[in-house]
């Protein structure tokens, strides 16, 4: 908690050049903060999905690992970044820039969730 003010600038900053990488890109098509977002947690996803394969793990443990990372309030920041005082943005999100797309990323999460666990679950 005590790093968010720094975790918001270091968001911003990742969030200013991930942007300008893709308006190098792609100049003529139009970027919005949710493809960007969308765009973060689907590189995290396939990362963390690579690296608990290699260490044999089960999977889902890399998820929730890699959904306390992305968090607004993950402990991960606050013992990374250095002390900074109380957050300046109540809002603060960290790597993503909206709270919002963060919810419903989390509740799309849920809904598949329990679509591979229906899949595996036996039928007899």
Do not use: C, R
Request: proline letters at 7%; charged letters at 10%; glycine letters at 10%.
């Amino acid at each position: 908690m005590y790093g968010l003010p720094l975790q918001t600038e270091i968001g911003d900053s990742l969030g200013s050049t991930v942007n300008t990488l893709i308006e190098e890109i792609t100049p003529e098509l139009p970027h919005t903060s949710f493809v960007t977002d969308l765009a973060f947690i689907m590189i995290i996803g396939a990362v963390i999905t690579l690296a608990f394969f290699k260490i044999k793990q089960p999977l889902i443990i890399g998820y929730l690992f890699a959904g306390m990372l992305i968090g607004p309030l993950s402990p991960f920041w606050s013992w990374v970044l250095p002390n900074g005082g109380l957050p300046t943005d109540e809002f603060a999100v960290g790597l993503l820039s909206d709270i919002s797309a963060l919810n419903l990323f989390a509740e799309i999460g849920v809904i598949l969730l329990l679509f591979v666990i229906g899949i595996e679950f036996p039928y007899a």
